[in-house]
């Protein structure tokens, strides 16, 4: 048995330990199976939904534990804010009902891909809100930032966040980015607490940047040591860090979204 728009009706759910995500997936799991679905005890890369339960970290952890899949993601909100979760546990029998009759709408999600160049190698890393770099121990770091191959400044402060549309919504927007359309190809470079004085003068606003415009970043050689990668919130130290250079990655991961909602909904929804 196949649904509208999909192969087959394997489904997995991902949840993190938290009592009401447990909970509900034990209700999900009954739930679905009595509509014809099935429900894998581990994860089956031919499932053709990954429904993850939790709030955004349990999304940001479960993408990034499986290897940024090809199967779309909806998730199902047991935490706070829930950006990414687009389902509330309440509202179980509407997202499967709408998910049987094929009212939904896939949406592809743009990443963010750091290629950190050490004296002795290169580490691509690949982010889905933001990768930020910051100073070890909150130290003042020096960075100076290129766009395109078009040197723009050099930043002294906390550090700087470069960011997804997607992800605009998250740190980025927190440290005093704008909100980016996630249908938009761009990122975003929010500095973190610049210096502005006769001494370091640097932009104290956030920069939008097109896809077909690459970023480099070059940390002053006494900062190769004190330098921290952060990828959706966890930490990366590298040691003899000379170049670190952004794009828009050519990989995507997938959302599942229901019709009744859309980014601005969203806006709407979680910050006003």
Same mark, same amino acid.
């Given at each position: ?30 739930? %679905?199976?009595?509509? &014809?679905?099935? +429900? ?5 890369? @031919? #499932? ?5 339960? !939790? ?99 050099? %930043?002294?402060?906390? &550090?700087?966040? +470069? ?5 605009? @919504? #998250? ?5 005093? !980015? ?95």
């Amino acid at each position: 048995m196949s649904f509208v728009g999909f192969d087959n009706n394997i489904i997995n759910i991902i949840h993190n330990d938290k009592k009401d995500s447990i909970e509900t997936a034990e209700i999900l799991k009954k739930k %679905l199976i009595q509509k &014809g679905f099935k +429900i894998t005890n581990g994860y089956d890369y @031919t #499932a053709i939904l990954n429904i993850c339960i !939790g709030g955004d970290g349990a999304f940001l952890k479960a993408v990034h534990n499986y290897n940024f899949p090809d199967i779309p993601f909806i998730g199902i909100n047991t935490g706070h804010l829930g950006f990414f979760q687009e389902v509330s546990p309440d509202k179980i029998d509407n997202f499967i009902d709408n998910l049987v009759k094929g009212k939904y709408k896939i949406e592809e999600i743009f990443l963010v891909e750091a290629l950190i160049c050490t004296r002795t190698s290169c580490i691509e890393l690949i982010g889905i809100n933001e990768i930020a770099i910051k100073g070890i121990e909150s130290k003042t770091i020096h960075l100076d930032i290129s766009i395109d191959d078009a040197y723009l400044e050099r %930043l002294s402060g906390d &550090g700087v966040i +470069i960011s997804t549309p997607v992800g605009s @919504t #998250a740190y980025s927007y927190s440290a005093g !980015g704008s909100i980016v359309h996630s249908s938009l190809k761009t990122l975003q470079i929010t500095p973190l607490a610049p210096l502005n004085s006769n001494v370091y003068r640097a932009l104290t606003s956030s920069i939008i940047v097109p896809d077909n415009m690459p970023i480099k970043i070059n940390p002053e050689y006494r900062f190769e040591n004190s330098i921290l990668i952060v990828v959706d919130g966890q930490q990366h130290k590298f040691d003899n860090i000379v170049e670190i250079n952004f794009k828009l990655s050519d990989m995507t991961i997938k959302m599942l979204t229901l019709k009744s909602k859309n980014f601005w909904n969203k806006i709407k929804e979680k910050f006003l």
